[in-house]
């Protein structure tokens, strides 16, 4: 073979590795997580919202859900859900399927306390302590009592 026919030769086979290659990314569809904890932001870089971390690549995923950090924040997720599960449970309640009629300001009171009228009770608690006010960045000076006494005493 001459020199000639060896240069063609490459050169088709370049054409050829760079239309196959082309042809390779053009089926690549971009692989999506499709997990809740997956989020893909706005740069479409993908993040895990428990761990507030960035993901490099789609194929890394499966790593990072499997690392000792994830697992921990899954649990303190899975506990903090039970907890709020648990207090609310308890402070639900279903109202009646039946209508209320009116509200109950309106509602009239039956037998002995239909004549009573409600007197307001103010009660003022009594104490000599002086009001200290302070603001956030004000700090407050107090000398101690000892001085004070030793002072007048003198």
């Known amino acids: 073979m001459s020199a000639k026919q060896i240069m063609e030769k490459k050169k088709a086979q370049n054409e050829m590795r760079k239309l196959?290659?082309?042809?390779?990314?053009?089926?690549?569809?971009?692989?999506?997580?499709?997990?809740?904890?997956?989020?893909?932001n706005n740069a479409g870089q993908l993040t895990c919202i428990l761990c507030s971390s960035i993901i490099r690549s789609a194929h890394v995923w499966q790593v990072h859900v499997n690392s000792k950090q994830h697992r921990g924040n899954v649990e303190q997720a899975k506990k903090l859900k039970e907890l709020t599960k648990n207090f609310t449970d308890g402070k639900v309640k279903k109202?009646?399927?039946g209508v209320v009629?009116?509200?109950?300001q309106e509602k009239k009171p039956k037998g002995i306390l239909k004549n009573v009228t409600s007197i307001p009770i103010t009660v003022k608690v009594n104490n000599n302590v002086p009001i200290i006010y302070s603001h956030h960045d004000e700090e407050i000076k107090r000398s101690p009592l000892v001085q004070v006494v030793q002072d007048y005493s003198s």
């Open 101 to 104: 009629e009116g509200d109950p």
């Open 20 to 40: 196959m290659a082309e042809r390779k990314n053009k089926d690549k569809k971009p692989i999506q997580i499709d997990n809740p904890l997956a989020k893909y």
């Open 95 to 97: 109202r009646s399927g």
